[in-house]
């Protein structure tokens, strides 16, 4: 199986920065695509970005030109750097990975943490 740990989520003022990582342990051949999503109180599950084994990233247009994500395939890490936070980004952000286990393909997900932007 495959854990994913997330850190970096917290409180943050209106125009503020945080930085979330996820690290991938576990028992698997490989990471392929790694991604971030959200979801705040009463809505549903969110795409917010996401970045291929070989680079190639997708964002959610309310966070383009202010997010960030970035990945260490050595490390099987994924960062988000969020900058001018606003309060609408308040969610619990979640990180996800597509890893090879076995001869599968298998989507897996962190236990997700808490961004709060706030004044």
């Known amino acids: 199986q495959v854990q994913l740990l997330e850190s970096g989520g917290g409180l943050v003022q209106p125009g503020g920065s945080l930085r979330l990582s996820c690290a991938a342990s576990?028992?698997?051949?490989?990471?392929?695509?790694m991604g971030w999503y959200r979801q705040a109180p009463g809505k549903q599950r969110e795409l917010v970005a996401t970045i291929t084994r070989g680079g190639t990233t997708n964002y959610l247009n309310s966070v383009k030109g202010r997010f960030t994500i970035s990945r260490d395939n050595a490390k099987n890490s994924v960062d988000l750097q969020m900058n001018s936070l606003k309060p609408e980004d308040t969610a619990v952000y979640y990180c996800?990975?597509?890893?090879?286990?076995?001869?599968?393909?298998?989507?897996?997900w962190g236990q997700g943490t808490q961004v709060l932007v706030s004044s």
């Open positions: 996800n990975a597509d890893a090879l286990v076995r001869t599968s393909v298998r989507p897996f």
């Open positions: 576990g028992s698997f051949t490989k990471i392929y695509g």
